[in-house]
């Protein structure tokens, strides 16, 4: 009877490592997705100083013009546009400083919850750590005991 106890105490004992793999995984996927808040969140930064400066934009065009079709591909008829614009934040500033306010604001929200998942699987691990390293003392003692009497 003691045998089996000891058997079934080892299982248990290795089912330990599996409890850690566990727990290293899901500590993955928690880690990948806050490091992925965390570079959103970055990437919002500049979006939000972005809007601080001038937007330049050109924008070109190309063709044939005629009202004859006879003289649709003649060289005179040929046509073209080019119209340069450029945009300049003025009557935006509170909201772009707002706007960068909240994303510094997210920013810091999701270093938090990056914090927080890092910490939370070392703990994790050290927790399971400890259960394995208390199962495994008991197990030594069962065994020793067993021995003595057997």
């Known amino acids: 009877m003691r045998g089996q106890q000891f058997v079934a105490r080892l299982v248990l004992a290795s089912e330990g490592f599996e409890q850690i793999a566990l727990i290293a995984i899901e500590y993955r996927q928690r880690h990948f997705y806050a490091e992925q808040q965390l570079i959103a969140a970055n990437a919002n930064i500049g979006a939000a100083r972005a809007a601080f400066f001038p937007n330049i934009s050109l924008t070109a065009r190309g063709g044939s013009?005629?009202?004859?079709?006879?003289?649709?591909?003649?060289?005179?008829?040929?046509?073209?546009?080019?119209?340069?614009?450029?945009?300049?934040?003025?009557?935006?500033?509170?909201?772009?400083?707002?706007?960068?306010?909240?994303?510094?604001?997210?920013?810091?929200?999701?270093?938090?919850?990056?914090?927080?998942?890092?910490?939370?699987?070392?703990?994790?691990?050290?927790?399971?750590?400890?259960q394995r390293r208390s199962q495994e003392r008991q197990d030594r003692l069962s065994f020793a005991q067993a021995r003595k009497q057997g």
Do not use: C, H, M
């Not at 080019?82 to 994303?103: D, E, R, S, V, Y």
């Open 65 to 130: 013009a005629s009202t004859a079709l006879s003289d649709l591909f003649t060289g005179a008829s040929r046509a073209w546009t080019f119209a340069p614009q450029i945009t300049l934040p003025i009557f935006t500033a509170g909201a772009n400083q707002a706007n960068l306010k909240i994303a510094e604001i997210e920013r810091d929200t999701a270093v938090a919850q990056y914090q927080k998942a890092v910490q939370t699987a070392f703990s994790e691990v050290a927790n399971a750590l400890a």
